[in-house]
T-cell receptor, first 118, second 110 residues
Framework: AQSVTQLGSHVSVSEGALVLLRCNYS??????LFWYVQYPNQGLQLLLK??????LVKGINGFEAEFKKSETSFHLTKPSAHMSDAAEYFC????????????????FGQGTILTVHP | DVKVTQSSRYLVKRTGEKVFLECVQDMDHENMFWYRQDPGLGLRLIYFSYDVKMKEKGDIPEGYSVSREKKERFSLILESASTNQTSMYLCASMGWNEQYFGPGTRLTVT
């Protein structure tokens, strides 16, 4: 069984400040991990993914995340927030790391709404 | 670019109506998924399909069924809509290790 916990349903930062969105996961198999972003009235867009290669993953729009197995974490960071980063962010874990007959089902966290103040 | 389209962006239906939500992908993907999204709950998997005419229940299948007659099309069916099915519905198809999402259908059941 898999699960994802995102700490903080709302995060507020000032423009230019560090963005840190927290994600902890639970998985009985080697996980694949994802961060998605959702802008208002749109579907989900992939920011970045970890699929058992490098533990520090760089994504689009200046975001990156580090897979830490010992802490079962996959926190999302961006050094300097921009107004356009305001959106809802979802962390997800996939069973795809199990190989074999895995279908790549995703289990999502509850989401974190990021607000960026001028 | 992968394209996943959903038949409607907004839909309003009455309690007891049969509702069809359609999803089409253009990348010949085998795996397709239906999720519902509710505030504070994230996305929850309703059903998925790994081949034509093949389907598996997700975490919350009650009150829903699905149909996949062609590889590119995956339909979600609400046999008798209820107010607790008011939600955002998102379809996804899966390429190599990654799911691609449609824009979503916001369904309101009155």
């Amino acid at each position: 069984a898999q699960s994802v916990t995102q700490l903080g349903s709302h995060v507020s930062v000032s423009e230019g400040a560090l963005v840190l969105l927290r994600c902890n996961y639970s998985s009985s198999v080697p996980p694949y991990l994802f961060w998605y972003v959702q802008y208002p009235n749109q579907g989900l867009q992939l920011l970045l993914k970890y699929t058992s290669a490098a533990t520090l993953v760089k994504g689009i729009n200046g975001f990156e995340a580090e897979f830490k197995k010992s802490e079962t974490s996959f926190h999302l960071t961006k050094p300097s927030a921009h107004m356009s980063d305001a959106a809802e962010y979802f962390c997800a874990v996939s069973d795809r790391g199990a190989g074999g007959t895995s279908y790549g089902k995703l289990t999502f966290g509850q989401g974190t709404i990021l607000t960026v103040h001028p | 670019d992968v394209k996943v389209t959903q038949s409607s962006r907004y839909l309003v239906k009455r309690t007891g109506e049969k509702v069809f939500l359609e999803c089409v992908q253009d990348m010949d993907h085998e795996n397709m998924f239906w999720y519902r999204q509710d505030p504070g709950l994230g996305l929850r998997l309703i059903y998925f399909s790994y081949d034509v005419k093949m389907k598996e229940k997700g975490d919350i299948p009650e009150g829903y069924s699905v149909s996949r007659e062609k590889k590119e099309r995956f339909s979600l069916i609400l046999e008798s809509a209820s107010t607790n099915q008011t939600s955002m519905y998102l379809c996804a198809s899966m390429g190599w290790n990654e799911q691609y999402f449609g824009p979503g259908t916001r369904l309101t059941v009155t």
